[in-house]
Nanobody, 120 residues
Framework: QVQLVESGGGLVQAGGSLRLSCAAS????????MNWFRQAPGKQRELVAA???????NYADAVRGRFTISRDNAKNTVYLQMNNLEPADTAVYYC??????????????WGQGTQVTVSS
């Protein structure tokens, strides 16, 4: 079994910064894409940022230029550095990863979520 554990959420004023971390543990052969999603109250879950095993990144238009996704493959950990936060960034942030538990089998896993609240 694989677990994703997020940390780093909290309450911050508009214009502030937070850094989220997500560590994967368990029976891991390799991890391909790692992603951050978020879900605000009354809204659908949306992709915020993605990073491949090789380090290629992709961002939602709403966060491009303010958020940076990175990963440490040796630690099976993905990070999300969030700068210049806005009240619209308030949401529960979820880590997601596509994990190989054997040489040929990949499954998708989710973290439990971490709350980010940005006050105006």
């Amino acid at each position: 079994q694989v677990q994703l554990v997020e940390s780093g959420g909290g309450l911050v004023q508009a214009g502030g910064s937070l850094r989220l971390s997500c560590a994967a543990s368990g029976r891991i052969f390799s991890i391909s894409t790692m992603n951050w999603f978020r879900q605000a109250p009354g809204k659908q879950r949306e992709l915020v940022a993605a990073i491949t095993q090789g380090g290629s990144t992709n961002y939602a238009d709403a966060v491009r230029g303010r958020f940076t996704i990175s990963r440490d493959n040796a630690k099976n950990t993905v990070y999300l550095q969030m700068n210049n936060l806005e009240p619209a960034d308030t949401a529960v942030y979820y880590c997601n990863a596509r994990v190989a538990t054997t040489f040929t089998r990949y499954d998708e896993y989710w973290g439990q979520g971490t709350q980010v609240t940005v006050s105006s």
